[in-house]
């Protein structure tokens, strides 16, 4: 079946430091894929998504590339802030055909990102 | 704000009681989605309406059901609660959410956290 696969956290960082939150899926076709983020005591915002492979998604200073080949969406930003603590989500929806034409998301366990000042 | 609004923010009751959750969607969007966020089963999907008619099914249990009115707004009726019923319950809505294209944005409730002693 369809699912998501994305590294445990918690990620502790400094303030200004490199970030990549790994996600791999299992589907078939093409999904689209995304990422939630989830701030404290609130519920899930879109971060960005991509829609076909090769698509990049940003938003925020946050990058992620659909690779087909790798089965991957990996989650980066180059100097993250204290501001970006939060615990991040990987997601699908599967394509019309391949487990019906819902929207229904398909999520990861989440990765608790913590940025140190 | 996502524009979706749920109500209560909170919600305490005891084993076997029967607890009704609301939700608004955002003004122009036709689906709703309802998903459970536990530790346990993380973030799963359980139901999707569509302008009134139930569209996809998840992981809902038998003892858990929704209905969305004509007014778009929809409620998910907990009966018989057992304490692993205590989860984080997220509404959703989307435009359409009918293609099973990552086109059609799901926007996110602020969620409403139950609790069962």
């Known amino acids: 079946g369809n699912s998501v696969t994305q590294m445990e956290g918690p990620v502790t960082l400094s303030e200004e430091a490199f970030l990549t939150i790994n996600c791999t899926y299992t589907?078939?076709?093409?999904?689209?894929l995304f990422w939630y983020v989830q701030y404290p005591g609130e519920g899930l915002q879109l971060l960005l998504k991509a829609t076909k492979a090769d698509d990049k998604g940003s938003n925020k200073g946050f990058e992620a590339t659909y690779r087909k080949e790798t089965t991957s969406f990996h989650l980066e930003k180059g100097s993250v802030q204290v501001s970006d603590s939060a615990v991040y989500f990987c997601?699908?929806?599967?394509?019309?055909?391949?487990?019906?034409?819902?929207?229904?998301?398909?999520f990861g366990t989440g990765t608790l990102l913590a940025v140190q000042p | 704000d996502s524009g979706v609004t749920q109500t209560p923010k909170h919600l305490i009751t005891a084993t076997g009681q029967r607890v009704t959750l609301r939700c608004s969607p955002r003004s122009g969007d036709l689906s709703v989605y309802w998903y459970q966020q536990s530790l346990d089963q993380g973030l799963q999907f359980l139901i999707q309406y569509y302008n009134g008619e139930e569209r996809a099914k998840g992981n809902i249990l038998e003892r858990f059901s929704a209905q969305q009115f004509p007014d778009l707004h929809s409620e998910l009726n907990l009966s018989s609660l057992e304490l692993g019923d205590s989860a984080l319950y997220f509404c959703?809505?989307?435009?359409?959410?009918?293609?099973?294209?990552?086109?059609?944005?799901?926007?996110f409730g602020p969620g409403t956290r139950l609790t069962v002693l």
């Open positions: 997601a699908l929806i599967a394509p019309p055909n391949y487990g019906g034409a819902t929207n229904k998301l398909i």
């Open positions: 589907a078939t076709g093409y999904p689209s």
């Open positions: 959703a809505s989307s435009v359409v959410g009918t293609s099973g294209s990552g086109t059609d944005t799901q926007y």
